[in-house]
């Protein structure tokens, strides 16, 4: 390197190549300009460099300071390109609220600190804008507790890749999700676990439609915990699960295991019903074809018209009971329906 190339030249492409890796480690602070650096930029220097540097008096000093100003320079600093900056700036621009700038600075520096890199941060953020106003301490106290529920480096950060609404979600609602999967539906904790990071969307389910869900696939289809983890039970909704196992019973291929989990016919895996497209399930599995499916399915809409109807009737008929019922515990789920 020549003695004549200026200071600033230099330091910014240092800072521009190392910035993602300069925050701060005891927390999601925003980042800081080490001290460290500008002393070892100065000892690997020759004689020549330092005094061409030192006659230089255009020079300013370091910013010892946070980085508090949201522009395409501090941006492109933190390791974002020109076109990455510019999408940035655009999207905080349209975000509306008090101090929107700072907050996306806490953002930004958090998900980069998090391990993500900018593409990755800028797919989250358009996702969940939500994460633009998200305060440091947030930051902080939900990606402990992902981590305190078993999710571990690289796990935790596909999660929040593929579903950041978690991180906008408190860290009591996320805990009370899996404490519910564990003490109501009896998973283990490797098994509530592993529900978490294959279906992060659970923690915005009604608990009461969870339930149910379980119940239905526990006690209807006589399906242990363990497999429903296997097949990622909770991707599915409720209506497709009940539509392809009622279908298959229907039709002879799908029987309910007696009090000793046995059955007269070798019931399909769970696995193999929901997790496959609807033409695999249909050729392999219904043996049927797409119209016999598609009137079932017409017909199955309006069995469960009637029934609603039928359960509206005996509720407005039914004593105060069932009313306290209701508001004390809420939906009960597949067996209290069942017990009807």
């Given at each position: 390197?020549?003695?004549?190339?200026?200071?600033?030249?230099?330091?910014g492409w240092?800072?521009?190549?190392?910035?993602?890796?300069?925050?701060?480690r005891?927390?999601?602070g925003?980042?800081?300009?080490?001290?460290?650096?500008?002393?070892?930029?100065?000892?690997?220097?020759?004689?020549?460099?330092?005094?061409?540097?030192?006659?230089?008096?255009?020079?300013?000093?370091?910013?010892?300071?946070?980085?508090?100003?949201?522009?395409?320079?501090?941006?492109?600093?933190?390791?974002?390109?020109?076109?990455?900056?510019?999408?940035?700036?655009d999207?905080?621009?349209?975000?509306?609220?008090?101090?929107?700038?700072?907050?996306?600075?806490?953002?930004?520096?958090?998900?980069?600190?998090?391990?993500l890199?900018?593409?990755?941060?800028?797919?989250?953020?358009?996702?969940?804008?939500?994460?633009?106003?998200?305060?440091?301490?947030?930051?902080?106290?939900?990606?402990?507790?992902?981590?305190?529920?078993?999710?571990?480096?690289?796990?935790?950060?596909?999660?929040?890749?593929?579903?950041?609404?978690?991180?906008?979600?408190?860290?009591?609602?996320?805990?009370?999700?899996?404490?519910?999967?564990?003490?109501?539906?009896l998973?283990?904790?490797?098994?509530?676990?592993?529900?978490l990071?294959?279906?992060?969307?659970?923690?915005?389910?009604?608990?009461?439609?969870?339930?149910?869900?379980?119940?239905?696939?526990?006690?209807?289809?006589?399906?242990?915990?363990?497999?429903?983890?296997?097949?990622?039970?909770?991707?599915?909704?409720?209506?497709?699960?009940?539509?392809?196992?009622?279908?298959?019973?229907?039709?002879?291929?799908?029987?309910?295991?007696?009090?000793?989990?046995?059955?007269?016919?070798l019931?399909?895996?769970?696995?193999?019903?929901?997790?496959v497209?609807?033409?695999?399930?249909?050729?392999?599995?219904?043996?049927?074809?797409?119209?016999?499916?598609?009137?079932?399915?017409?017909?199955?809409?309006?069995?469960?018209?009637?029934?609603?109807?039928?359960?509206?009737?005996?509720?407005?008929?039914?004593?105060?009971?069932?009313?306290?019922?209701?508001?004390?515990?809420?939906?009960?789920?597949?067996?209290?329906?069942?017990?009807?």
């Amino acid at each position: 390197m020549s003695a004549g190339v200026p200071l600033r030249q230099v330091l910014g492409w240092t800072l521009r190549k190392t910035t993602p890796q300069l925050f701060s480690r005891n927390g999601f602070g925003i980042c800081h300009v080490p001290q460290l650096v500008c002393c070892r930029l100065s000892s690997s220097a020759n004689k020549g460099t330092q005094q061409s540097l030192h006659n230089n008096q255009e020079l300013s000093p370091l910013p010892r300071q946070p980085v508090t100003e949201l522009s395409l320079q501090s941006l492109i600093d933190m390791g974002f390109t020109d076109i990455q900056a510019e999408r940035v700036c655009d999207a905080v621009s349209n975000a509306m609220g008090k101090n929107a700038a700072e907050h996306a600075l806490t953002a930004l520096s958090a998900l980069l600190l998090f391990g993500l890199d900018p593409e990755t941060v800028l797919k989250v953020l358009k996702k969940c804008p939500e994460l633009y106003r998200l305060k440091d301490s947030h930051f902080q106290e939900r990606i402990a507790n992902l981590r305190k529920l078993g999710l571990v480096e690289g796990s935790l950060q596909k999660v929040v890749s593929n579903y950041p609404q978690i991180l906008a979600m408190t860290a009591k609602r996320v805990k009370s999700v899996v404490v519910f999967l564990r003490e109501k539906c009896l998973f283990t904790g490797d098994q509530a676990t592993s529900i978490l990071r294959d279906t992060p969307s659970v923690v915005q389910e009604d608990l009461g439609q969870l339930e149910y869900k379980f119940q239905y696939i526990y006690f209807r289809m006589g399906v242990k915990q363990k497999e429903m983890v296997k097949s990622k039970l909770f991707r599915f909704s409720l209506e497709e699960v009940c539509c392809r196992h009622s279908f298959l019973e229907r039709r002879g291929l799908y029987q309910t295991p007696d009090k000793k989990g046995q059955t007269l016919i070798l019931n399909p895996k769970l696995s193999d019903i929901l997790a496959v497209d609807r033409d695999t399930y249909l050729k392999d599995v219904a043996k049927a074809t797409a119209e016999e499916y598609d009137v079932f399915r017409k017909l199955m809409a309006r069995e469960e018209q009637e029934e609603e109807l039928q359960e509206m009737d005996m509720e407005a008929g039914s004593g105060s009971d069932d009313d306290e019922e209701e508001e004390g515990g809420g939906k009960s789920g597949y067996m209290k329906r069942r017990k009807k």
